[in-house]
């Protein structure tokens, strides 16, 4: 993940021809490549797109993926929907939250489609099933060898 | 001597099983010993509890090798992979596997067999035939066929395609569109994304013909972020698909016009649903519209527009290849044809089952799930998704059959079948309804803001057996609201899953609900 610059974001806008209604897949770009949405980026992405601040707020406030506060180096999602939680993605989600350093970002994700081989987490952007205490563990070693 | 081929799944399960490790280890144990081989990377055949599921082509019949590690292909190799060779994990041929052979595979037929991302594989299997045959019968034809085989919309709402097909067809304007709703948020449902990753064309050329049959020249995708690797193998198919002529102006020279164009969601939940998705198509908010407009009059930008299902769009080129009447001859009463039902949650043999309508519950879990993984008695079925009831033991022989399950008070969704054995706490799983609602409501209408939320802080005091018959009282009123007064199903539907753990799993609240 880099650093949200005027010039990064421009490009991105641009690469979807600065429309007003690409506004989703442009913020989605953005959080794939930065990591989230900062104030300046929705400053400047309302005049390029020409869209009114608010609109652009209004966007990234209401998706999930669309951070706006800075993640931490790794990003781990855990599923919490029924079909991983009828394979003990309650007890997971508590162990991960004990089992991670600060830099990692835990959050909740509703389904992974993943259903046949729960509970799933998603390390990095890379879904992983069949994930119980132990071989959280081994993600999170792996993880941390991968830095 | 040919290279010999062996297929290892590129589909987002069995990668997340380690397939993708197990691929590299094969090439370089093949390198290492100096076997020619041809790696193929495939979809998922749907028995996703064998994964990673390996097979090698040996004299034209494909052997497959279950649940193998990277440490596994060493001692495959020293077995003798490359001749079928004896092995703990040797399963023989796949497709006579009773899960597979017992199946009614119309949609999915291509779904393991193929190379996902290979044009002359698909050309090999009658890719691209249905949209010639198309081009032939007309669009009218093209719809009728669709309307003659009661094709219902698979995404959940099971409302017959043909006649969406016909409204848009007939709708005025110059400028139309098909938007296929890949935005598969159910827990427990998998299948289009299943599709995607295994036949990416098939889907294309199935937007292609619901394109020539309505005269829309653009057709998008709306596929959810949680899909990184279909995002990847999906955008991969269409830029080769545009490459060879498959998509933009003047396909093959028929003069027909038609391109796709692929969003991504947000994590959005209730972008699922049509009318939010198409706001979120245009770069907005997802909030829910209301309707009527219905979009095929007024759809994505205002202008008349098909929305479909991943699955749905996908049933249509075997029904233009084989006739609609074909297709009908399958399920029962108004479910014709099959639905690829998604076995998920504790189960032992979980993947996915494409059959008639008809068949139980208790056949699907049983039958093809082999039961619970944990070996436990099931207490608990949720099916169709999050908004879907939960269903107990004397319920599992209901039929699978969209009217069938709406008498009962549940509805079959996207045909997600989530398996629960007796360990859970029901009164959590209400809860958690009332709170996946109040999570990823949109906001727009009061019940579903509001009631949500205010059903959590119900369900939370009859766990701590407060007030016990009032509250049970005023959770039964809220659910009324919710459903009478929401604006779509997920304030709507939302009191299923919490009225059917009240009907049936009441013993699991402190208080064993209402005191009678």
Redesign the interface.
């Known amino acids: 993940m880099t650093d949200q610059t005027p010039e990064s974001i421009s490009r991105i806008a641009q690469r979807f021809d600065s ?7 442009v ?2 770009t953005i ?1 794939q490549t930065h990591g989230w949405v900062s104030e300046d980026t929705i400053r400047q992405l309302a005049q390029e797109l020409n869209l009114s601040r608010a ?1 652009v707020h ?2 990234v406030e ?5 951070r706006t506060t800075k993640p931490g180096k790794h990003i781990v999602k855990i599923c919490q ?7 003990g993605s309650r007890a997971l989600t508590q162990h991960a939250n004990t089992a991670v350093d600060d830099d990692t970002t835990i959050e909740a ?10 509970p ?1 987490v ?1 390390v990095n ?6 994930v119980d205490a132990a071989r959280f563990d081994s993600l999170v070693t792996a993880m941390r060898e991968a830095e | 001597m040919s290279a010999i081929k062996i297929y290892v799944p590129r589909e987002t399960t069995a990668v997340s099983v380690g397939a993708d490790e197990v691929a590299l280890e094969i090439a370089r144990a093949a390198k290492k010993r100096g076997a020619s081989i041809q790696l193929v990377r495939n979809g998922s055949w749907g028995a996703c509890w064998l994964e990673p599921l390996v097979e090698v082509e040996v004299d034209g019949a494909r052997i497959a090798y279950n649940n193998i590690t990277p440490e596994d292909v060493p001692g495959l190799f020293d077995a003798g992979l490359l001749e079928g060779g004896d092995h703990d994990k040797r399963l023989g041929p796949i497709i006579e596997e009773k899960y597979l052979i017992t199946q009614d595979r119309w949609t999915f037929w291509r779904c393991g067999l193929i190379e996902a991302l290979s044009l002359e594989d698909f050309a090999l299997h009658q890719g691209f035939k249905a949209l010639r045959k198309a081009w032939e019968m007309g669009p009218d034809a093209v719809i009728d066929a669709v309307t003659e085989s009661g094709l219902r919309g698979r995404g959940g709402a099971g409302f017959p395609a043909g006649i969406k097909w016909r409204t848009v067809a007939d709708a005025a304007g110059e400028q139309k569109y098909i938007a296929c709703n890949a935005d598969e948020g159910d827990s427990g449902t998998f299948s289009d994304r299943m599709l995607m990753e295994g036949d990416p064309f098939g889907l294309i050329e199935a937007m292609a013909i619901a394109g020539f049959a309505v005269g829309a020249s653009k057709g998008y995708i709306y596929l959810r972020s949680e899909y990184p690797l279909t995002n990847v193998i999906l955008s991969r198919a269409i830029d080769m698909a545009r490459e060879a002529g498959w998509l933009g102006d003047d396909i093959q020279g028929s003069g027909f016009d038609f391109d796709i164009e692929l969003h991504l969601g947000a994590g959005s939940y209730v972008c699922g649903e049509e009318t939010a998705m198409l706001e979120s198509l245009e770069g907005k908010k997802g909030i829910v519209r209301y309707k009527p407009p219905l979009p095929a009059h007024e759809g994505l930008f205002g202008k008349p527009t098909v929305v479909n299902n991943v699955v749905t769009l996908a049933s249509v080129p075997n029904i233009i290849n084989m006739g609609g009447e074909r297709y009908a001859s399958m399920g029962v009463n108004r479910s014709k044809g099959t639905l690829a039902f998604q076995l998920a949650g504790n189960i032992k043999r979980g993947g996915l089952v494409e059959k008639s309508f008809g068949i139980t519950l208790r056949e699907l879990i049983e039958e093809y799930g082999g039961g619970t993984a944990s070996g436990r008695p099931v207490k608990a079925v949720q099916v169709g998704g999050p908004l879907g009831a939960y269903l107990p033991d004397s319920q599992l022989d209901t039929p699978l059959d969209y009217e069938a399950f709406t008498e009962i008070g549940a509805m079959i969704g996207h045909g997600g079948i989530v398996v629960f054995d007796d360990t859970v706490d029901m009164a959590l799983q209400a809860r958690f309804a009332m709170e996946f609602c109040a999570i990823e409501s949109c906001g727009k209408c009061t019940p579903c803001r509001i009631g949500s939320t205010r059903g959590v802080e119900v369900i939370d005091r009859m766990i701590n057996d407060e007030k016990r018959d009032e509250n049970y009282d005023l959770l039964v009123e809220l659910c009324d609201t919710m459903e009478d007064a929401s604006l779509c199903a997920m304030g709507g539907m939302t009191p299923y899953p919490v009225r059917s753990v009240l009907k049936h799993f009441a013993e699991d609240f402190a208080s064993g609900g209402r005191n009678e």
């Open positions: 429309k007003p209604e690409m506004l989703v897949q913020l989605q959080v609109d209004g966007v209401y998706y999930h993926d669309f929907a029924e079909a991983c939680q009828a394979m994700v509703y389904c992974l489609g993943n259903c046949a081989c729960a799933a998603m952007g890379k879904t992983i099933g069949r």
